[in-house]
């Protein structure tokens, strides 16, 4: 089992051009997440999908969207990138309350 | 509403000496709590879960943590640090479905 899978690990965006960050699970869980870690702050949720076909907004989740194309995977796309987007993108599942986390994408937006 | 408080940003031991990570939460409901470890430039991994069941909670290498509800507090404590224990570590809180918050963090420092 490859767990939470996450693409890219990293990149570079200049301001105002598009992204779609890749998640994939293979661990059957329902729910999935998309979370960004900034420095001094923790995790912030930036959306949620409970279910396949179902998504909902988190804390942050202003200039983001996101798809849940089927139970496996879930994406998060930034439309126009800002220089407040830069950050490390966590996805997560979840079975019985426990979060498995990838391994994160790092995201530089100048 | 839920939230969590940790109360040291950066904490230093020596190793072999016991670790003591401090957490405080604020919830409704009767909350599910977790601590989280992250290696640098890794995911987070789970180190133990409180889920209303025995308030002594043990986890993966050594780490313990107790609930304690009339003090709102679910501290994580190691008796003896290992250089490998090194990393940041987050106390979560959880009593909705689909929502977790996350604490900022502590860096443990473990000097030799």
Known sequence: NAGVTQTPKFQVLKTGQSMTLQCAQDMNHNSM???RQDPGMGLRLIYY??????TDKGEVPNGYNV????KREFSLRLESAAPSQTSVYFCASTLSYEQYFGPGTRLTVT | AQSVTQLDSHVSV???TPVLLRCNYSSSYSPSLF?????????L?????????????????????????????????KPSAHMSDAAEYFCVVSDQPYKYIFGTGTRLKVLA
């Open chain 1, 33 to 35: 997440y998309w979370y």
């Open chain 1, 49 to 54: 999908s409970a279910s396949e076909g179902t």
């Open chain 2, 35 to 43: 601590w989280y470890v992250q290696h640098p430039n890794k995911g």
């Open chain 2, 45 to 77: 991994q789970l180190l133990l879960k409180y889920t209303s069941a025995a308030t002594l909670v043990k986890g993966i290498n050594g780490f313990e943590a107790e609930f304690k509800k009339s003090e709102t507090s679910f501290h994580l404590t």
């Open chain 1, 67 to 70: 798809s849940r194309l089927n």
């Open chain 2, 14 to 16: 020596s190793e072999g």
